[in-house]
């Protein structure tokens, strides 16, 4: 069982950034293709952007349309981690963010075919 930790979730001022990290205590990330989703209070759960594994794609990486060129995703390897750095977060961007692992992406901003979830980091954007 993949045990998944995010961390890096707080407060910040609408404009700022953030950047979360994704990390699995006793598993290589790198063998699993990594995604960032996140769930607004009252809304479905979306997702922004996968990563794929090295076995399986080569690292290359996906975003959901409507976040793409706000969010980056990236694994540090040597870290094992895949982190999801955050920018120009606006009054929308509130949520709690998951990273979750399969062995392939899912068709974003779906979550299917997901197989292992972290229990999520809260983001809260102040006006």
């Known amino acids: 069982q993949v045990q998944l930790v995010e961390s890096g979730g707080g407060l910040v001022q609408a404009g700022g950034s953030l950047r979360l990290s994704c990390t699995a205590p006793?598993?290589?990330?790198?063998?699993?293709?990594i995604g960032w989703f996140r769930q607004a209070p009252g809304k479905e759960r979306e997702g922004i952007s996968c990563?794929?594994?090295?076995?399986?794609?080569?690292?290359?990486?996906y975003y959901s349309d409507s976040m793409e060129g706000r969010f980056t995703i990236s694994r540090d390897n040597a870290e094992n981690t895949v982190d999801l750095q955050m920018n120009s977060l606006n009054p929308e961007d509130p949520a709690v963010y998951y990273c979750?692992?399969?062995?392939?992406?899912?068709?974003?901003?779906?979550?299917?075919?997901?197989?292992?979830w972290g229990k999520g980091t809260l983001v809260t954007v102040s006006s």
């Open positions: 979750a692992a399969a062995w392939g992406c899912p068709a974003l901003p779906g979550d299917y075919g997901m197989d292992y």
């Open positions: 990563i794929s594994s090295s076995d399986y794609g080569d690292h290359k990486t």
């Open positions: 006793g598993f290589t990330l790198e063998s699993y293709a």
